[in-house]
């Protein structure tokens, strides 16, 4: 069984229990240094102020971008992933990743770092139709996974314990293995399937700003997610 993440519960999420799942998480093996310790613990002193206090603002949030953060993003990604527009591999980037980290930290807090287009390639579905699928680059795939860790600690306390959509250390099939769990345990009259079509691709951008900064107050860190929206992607198909 595993507790939920909520201290005042409703029955619907008192407990979750949880078969074998086949989970697929990225974990890091290059050994967390000295150096990841005050990082670690600066984010989870920012997830303890936001449990505490629902309407805080967080300020000064960039300067928890650090190299040792970046490093720990860089060895969380997926090593045999596509590349991005500008080609560049996991393997290459780990070739110099001391010093491209080094002045990829450098251009964030500096605000030089600019994001490129992703690289859009289309996925054949099942119906005939094709599902669109943007390719980040390394360097941007780092620093979106470093701005994820620091909004995490501030927003990870406000969802429900049923939760599983994107959050760490959870996926899809632990969301599975709770809904048999439960169809097993309670009298289920029916389930609900619902998906939102093309969510990303019409998400209104200025609402998703507007509902950060009920919560982040860092212009800076709001800048560089601003530009990861406007960025836009090159689509291959055309070329």
Excluded at 85 to 91: C, M
Excluded at 93 to 115: A, H, M, T, V, W
Excluded at 120 to 141: A, E
Aim: aromatic content about 10%; overall charge positive.
């Amino acid at each position: 069984m595993k507790q939920t993440n909520k201290t005042c519960k409703t029955d619907a999420e008192s407990a979750e229990g949880s078969i074998l799942t086949k989970g697929n998480g990225q974990q890091s093996n290059h050994g967390q240094t000295q150096s990841w310790i005050p990082v670690m613990s600066k984010l989870v002193a920012i997830r303890k102020l936001a449990a505490q206090n629902k309407t805080l603002k967080f300020n000064n949030l960039l300067h928890l971008i650090t190299e040792e953060l970046l490093m720990e993003c860089f060895y969380t990604l997926k090593r045999d992933s596509a590349a991005g527009i500008d080609g560049v591999t996991w393997d290459k980037y780990q070739l110099f990743s001391k010093q491209l980290i080094k002045q990829l930290c450098e251009d964030i807090q500096s605000g030089r770092y600019k994001p490129k287009p992703a690289r859009r390639i289309y996925i054949p579905k099942q119906d005939g139709s094709q599902r669109p699928l943007n390719i980040l680059c390394i360097r941007d795939k780092i620093v979106q996974q470093a701005v994820s860790k620091v909004l995490e600690s501030i927003y990870e306390s406000d969802f429900m314990g049923f939760s599983y959509g994107f959050r760490p250390e959870r996926n899809q099939h632990q969301a599975l293995d709770a809904l048999y769990v439960a169809l097993n345990r309670r009298k289920i009259n029916w389930v609900l399937d619902l998906d939102i079509t093309k969510f990303f691709d019409t998400v209104e951008h200025d609402w998703l700003i507007q509902f950060l900064e009920h919560r982040v107050a860092d212009k800076p860190l709001l800048k560089i997610i601003t530009k990861w929206l406007k960025v836009g992607y090159v689509d291959e198909s055309y070329q």
